[in-house]
């Protein structure tokens, strides 16, 4: 297949995304970056698209790769917004989108790269700062997460994921009142951050504050009924306040493993930032003899490398 052929059959895969106005645009793009045939007229004409409309074309690609990127389909958008950053090379948010794409599609090292060209177009983006802190978490960097985070709440502080986030790099970093602080910050700025909400639960237990930890938890619950991780938790927290509250709590570790059995690996409460009381707590409860169906259910089906419902 010819290198124009190639071009071109690609801008019409894209049309099946893409509106037809857009994809018309990056046909015609396609089309005049592609090299010259043989002239078979007096004159050869080749068009050369206007600056204009190479920018509708890739703000259009842009808008089809954030829809994939929302619909859960990473990988997609990473090539499409990679697409994007080729017409729109000034553009920060094209290799902002690309960044986050390649993050959920698990391409660390190009999402580095694509951070730090989106930060020398625009400095003082604080999306761009929280990207790298996130980056920077899941490589297993709390502290340098940290600087960053910090340097984007500066020019933003009013982004409850930020803060979230900058509460897990302190909790990772052994600073646990200052991950309290700042995923009360977070739930303060998003009433339906449960999420906030089960990571203050997860300090409070380990600050053996079981009372606060448990009305924490309960409060998650409300606003997302069916999550596993404050489900097993609150029934940890029960069941460790003794027995009144035993058959609540094994009611409620039961449905938690039903909805998401890697909860009944220790590694992977661990890796959810459970402290070790809690998950003493909950080795404990899971030892049940009522339990021990659902928890034989449990790791039989448990993966590491498996996500909650949570994350999805």
């Known amino acids: 297949m010819t290198e124009r052929a190639r071009r071109t059959g690609f801008a019409a895969a894209l049309s099946t995304w893409l509106p037809p106005a857009v994809a018309a645009g ?8 592609a090299p010259l045939a043989p002239a078979h ?71 580095a790269v694509s951070l730090t060209r989106a930060k020398q177009l625009d400095p003082r983006n604080a999306g761009i700062w929280f990207a790298e802190g996130s980056l920077a978490l899941r490589n297993g960097k709390p502290r340098e997460a940290i600087g960053l985070l910090e340097q984007g709440i500066k020019l933003d502080n009013r982004n409850a994921g930020a803060h979230f986030d900058l509460g897990n790099a302190q909790l990772l970093s052994g600073n646990s009142a200052a991950a309290l602080n700042q995923y009360e910050r977070a739930a303060a700025l998003r009433t339906d951050f449960w999420e906030a909400i089960n990571n203050q639960a997860l300090v409070l237990f380990e600050q053996g504050d079981r009372p606060a930890a448990i009305k924490r ?7 997302k009924p069916d999550a596993s991780e404050p489900m097993l938790a609150l029934a ?33 409460q661990k890796d959810q930032l459970w402290g070790p009381k809690l998950r003493s707590a909950t080795q404990q409860l899971l030892a049940q003899q009522e339990l021990k169906p659902v928890v034989d259910r449990a790791n039989a089906n448990a993966s590491t490398e498996g996500q909650t419902e949570e994350d999805l």
Do not use: C, H
């Open 217 to 223: 938890l309960r409060r998650a619950l409300k606003i």
């Open 236 to 268: 940890a927290g029960l069941f460790a306040q003794g027995p009144q509250q035993r058959d609540e709590a094994i009611r409620l570790a039961s449905e938690a493993l039903n909805g998401e059995p890697n909860y009944v690996l220790e590694s992977y």
């Open 41 to 111: 007229a007096l004159v050869p004409y080749l068009y050369v698209p206007r600056e204009q409309e190479l920018e509708g074309a890739g703000l259009g690609i842009a808008q089809a790769a954030a829809r994939l990127l929302r619909m859960g389909q990473a990988g997609d958008a990473a090539r499409l917004a990679a697409l994007t950053v080729q017409l729109l090379p000034a553009d920060p948010r094209g290799w902002l989108l690309l960044a986050e794409a390649q993050l959920r599609s698990n391409q660390n090292k190009d999402a």
């Open 26 to 33: 990056l046909l015609s793009s396609a089309a005049a970056l």
